[in-house]
């Protein structure tokens, strides 16, 4: 092939080579990286969860009137809402529950295992007090001991041994957290002090809990599952499970429902994605900014490199003639040009990959996001040839058609 | 000589109508982007304050757990937040110009219409300074008294969406706002208030609105309020009842002082060190001494507050001009070269180098001016689409040192693009063009 000449023929104006180089390299550069980062992002939000999400309705309520002050009206109203939650045709199941997973607002203690040396390291661990039919409501799957029983759920006797102890259930990732060696099932877990010992009855194969976002608790994979009546005065939350598809219409119904069943107080209903949505809002909105900027970034480079191309060729339209003068065909002048393109933009990719890497350790540095992966990498590289390629073919094919008779011609 | 140069300018864009809203549009399109981005880093991480925030301090004492401290990845860090204990006990110092503690809560808000259904509002339980000590605003009335703050009396500030709300946006001072069945008099409202970081209490969403609704913070023991942000605790009390709670070594308040000058900080910061001195009398405190006063950048700065995000956006913000300005160098490079035999010609009539230079350069800045101003319209549509994006939670907007900014920039970006290409053209040799003609 004729490579030699064209690349000698290249080097004959390098202004042009250049500026296509550094532009496909730049571009290269920031589609790479801003695609990796977006990926990751929305990994990040797609992973999952443990839960059964689409399905899942939360409805919290307020109380403001002044008979929520006692508890005894409060957990015979959450077992009232419970059991009307539970007939309404659509609903799977329901529970009570104190905070709500994957919100970004929740609550964690601290638990060691009861023969842990006293000084060592507890592990965080963010618990969701929880009402019977948990784990049915939140759809996740127990892969080892028992699902919480009737008696888990009794209040013990005020200033008895052990008050606020409980049967709890485990994520995996909690229980590996605590009992690395496995055997988690029938341990003892206590608080720093000592004064609250919870026995492990279950543990349940995967659950984000308030903080899927943050690497606190193992990426947010670290729960333990308490029981007990979780409504107060403060705020009483349930969670309801819909039939697939029933999820919308039970959305508009549930409000009336609860204040059906005990008025004075505000009532609010969000599904968990809405909640999720929520806690995730700028991670989502990053998505979206950085797709506009590759597209746009691909078509600013696209019509670059159709602009120095067809200068290139409304410059060098004798030497066309001449050659085709000389015998060159059409599909020659063609080849010639996307050959010419093909070798700027590989070089321009060349340097762009160097670019890449530079660039991506910068923001690994200054910014905390993830390396780079060559996959990215390789099909940036794809992206940013076809570009080139395909913003070269318009200029080459009007090349093409330059007449052989102009280079007798003078201009 | 420039109002000629600029006028030839302007007839060589009309030339080639296509070509030159390309280059302008290129111009548009990297100044939009790269100003909206570059507005979104400096409003997420920009002074919030900046009239006086370094009078302003954020109070950090070590109160946490004597066996792990607050933060293992940075063990001179104390606690972000305050138990109410040391509240009550720092607040008792005269050294500040202005001092309040603080945290929200949520409380229900009762309208008085009948057909109005009741509502949940995030409430601030702030001291009576907050209200100066902040520069907040208000459009009626005043914060309440310090004597309000001793009683506490039953009074409120509400902010200008409620005051709409809840009394069609008159003037309500004396009007009566019911808040979980009690009754509290309207002394004040606020003008419309929306600092970029919500500063003064970063614990959830840093960019949250400021509250609603602020009501004296001694309410705080008869309401038996809880903090509807974060409380974090590393030992155990007994007991169930609120005051359990208070004496407890949660932490869950802000507290934020005004001190004016040096002499003023280091007295209160030995203030604080003889108030935990004496705290570790009685058992508590039982980390090394460690007791900071953070001013706002440097509070905001610890806490991370700036989103990772927001920096990367920068970056390729810039970078996409970068790349826009590579393109513009490219396409006046053969804008210029087309127009060598004309330029020759010029040249053999006696035209100087410098004055084709001049004239080329003029032109590129033309193309940078015009592609500003297009950029600075569509940068104010960009970030109305990231507002819109982030369900306005953010008012992102262009202020005067962005629009500044944006123009310099524009021009920058002509006059780096432009040069070569200027430099080329006026080297062009005048004879090559005279034969072929």
Redesign the interface.
């Known amino acids: 092939m004729e490579l030699g000449p064209i690349f000698r023929a290249l080097m004959y104006n390098k202004?042009?080579f250049w500026?296509?180089t550094?532009?496909v390299a730049?571009?290269l550069?920031?589609v790479a990286?801003?695609v990796n980062?977006l990926l990751d992002t929305r990994r990040e939000f797609l992973r999952d969860t443990g839960l059964d999400e689409p399905n899942l309705l939360v409805i919290s309520t307020?109380?403001?009137?002044?008979a929520f002050d006692e508890d005894d009206f409060v957990h015979a109203l959450e077992e009232e809402d419970l059991r009307r939650l539970r007939s309404t045709p659509g609903v799977v199941d329901a529970m009570a529950i104190q905070q709500i997973p994957l919100s970004?607002?929740g609550s964690a203690t601290?638990r060691r295992p009861i023969d842990a040396p006293p000084?060592s390291?507890g592990t965080g661990m963010p618990y969701f007090r929880v009402s019977d039919h948990a784990l049915q409501t939140l759809g996740v799957e127990l892969t080892a001991g028992r699902d919480f029983a009737e008696g888990d759920f009794e209040e013990r006797e005020e200033g008895s041994e052990n008050e606020l102890g409980r049967n709890v259930i485990l994520t995996q990732a909690a229980a590996d957290a605590l009992f690395p060696d496995g055997g988690a099932v029938g341990q003892q877990i206590q608080?720093?002090?000592g004064?609250?010992v919870d026995v492990v009855v279950g543990v349940v194969r995967k659950m984000h809990n308030s903080w899927p976002r943050s690497e606190f608790a193992a990426n947010g994979e670290v729960v333990m599952l308490k029981p007990g009546s979780p409504g107060s005065a403060?705020?009483m939350r349930y969670m309801v499970r819909s039939e697939p598809g029933a999820i919308d219409s039970l959305y508009t119904e549930v409000e009336a429902l609860m204040l059906q069943t005990q008025s004075g107080r505000?009532v609010?209903v969000q599904t968990l994605t809405e909640y999720k949505e929520d806690y995730y809002?700028?991670?989502?909105?990053?998505i979206?900014?950085?797709t506009s900027?590759v597209v746009?970034?691909l078509v600013?480079?696209a019509?670059?490199i159709v602009?120095?191309t067809?200068?290139s060729v409304?410059?060098r339209t004798r030497q066309i003639g001449t050659r085709r003068a000389l015998g060159a065909t059409r599909t020659d002048i063609v080849r010639y040009f996307l050959i010419e393109n093909w070798m700027i933009t590989g070089i321009g990719i060349v340097i762009g990959i160097v670019l890449t890497y530079g660039?991506n350790y910068?923001?690994v540095q200054?910014?905390?996001?993830p390396t780079i992966e060559w996959t990215f990498l390789i099909g940036g590289a794809l992206a940013m040839w076809l570009t080139g390629i395909l913003a070269a073919v318009a200029p080459a094919l009007r090349a093409s058609t330059v007449a052989p008779e102009i280079a007798t011609r003078?201009? | 000589m420039l109002a000629y140069q600029i006028r030839i300018a302007f007839k060589s864009l009309r030339r080639n109508p296509l070509q030159s809203g390309l280059l302008i549009a290129g111009v548009a399109l990297g100044i939009a982007i790269s100003t909206s981005f570059v507005t979104t880093y400096y409003m997420l991480s920009g002074d919030p304050i900046p009239e006086k925030s370094d009078r302003l301090f954020h109070v950090a004492v070590d109160s946490w757990d004597p066996d792990n401290g607050w933060d293992s990845d940075h063990p001179e860090y104390a606690p972000n937040q305050l138990t109410y204990t040391d509240v009550r006990g720092l607040m008792q110092s005269d050294l500040p110009t202005y001092q309040s503690a603080a945290f929200k809560a949520a409380m229900t808000v009762q309208p008085e219409a009948e057909n109005e259904k009741p509502y949940r509002e995030i409430v601030r339980m702030a001291f009576s300074d907050f209200f100066p000590m902040f520069n907040v605003p208000f459009q009626y009335g005043t914060g309440w008294s310090r004597s309000a703050d001793e009683g506490p009396d039953p009074v409120v500030v509400i902010d200008a969406e409620t005051n709409r709300k809840l009394f069609g946006g008159e003037d309500s001072v004396g009007r009566t706002l019911r808040l979980d069945n009690r009754d509290y008099t309207v002394v004040g409202v606020l003008d419309e208030w929306r600092p970029t970081i919500h500063f003064y209490d970063v614990n959830n969403n840093p960019f949250e609105e400021p509250e609603a609704i602020y009501l004296p913070f001694n309410f705080v023991e008869p309401l038996e309020l809880q903090s509807s942000g974060n409380d974090s605790g590393w030992k155990f009390y007994a007991g169930n009842e609120f005051q359990d709670f208070l004496q407890s070594e949660s932490v869950w308040l802000q507290l934020w002082v005004q001190l004016d000058d040096r002499r003023q900080q280091e007295e209160y910061k030995s203030f604080l060190d003889a108030y935990v001195m004496e705290q570790k009398k009685a058992g508590r405190f039982q980390r090394p001494l460690n007791n900071r006063i953070y001013p706002v950048m440097e509070w905001l700065e610890r806490e991370e507050v700036t989103p990772d995000q927001a920096k990367v956006m920068l970056i390729i913000g810039a970078l996409f001009l970068i790349v826009c300005s590579v393109n513009l160098i490219g396409i006046l490079l053969g804008k210029f070269l087309a127009r060598a035999p004309e330029v020759g010609v010029r040249r053999a009539l006696g035209a100087s180098r410098t004055s084709v230079f001049m004239q080329h350069l003029v032109e590129c800045e033309l193309i940078g001016a015009l592609g500003g101003a297009l950029g600075l319209g569509l940068s104010v549509l960009v970030l109305r689409v990231i507002n819109r994006w982030f369900d306005n939670q953010f008012q992102f907007q262009l202020d005067l040192t962005m629009v500044l900014a944006a123009t310099l920039l524009a021009l920058a970006a002509g006059f780096i693009a432009g040069v070569y290409p200027s430099w080329r053209i006026c080297r062009v040799a005048p004879a090559t063009y005279l034969k072929i003609q």
């Open positions: 202004s042009r500026l296509i550094l532009e730049l571009t550069a920031i990286n801003c980062l307020t109380p403001f009137d002044d970004g607002g601290g000084e390291e608080n720093s002090g004064e609250i403060e705020r505000v609010d809002s700028d991670a989502l909105v990053m979206k900014m950085l900027v746009l970034l600013v480079t019509l670059g602009g120095l067809s200068f409304t410059q660039l910068a923001l200054y910014a905390d996001v003078s201009v």
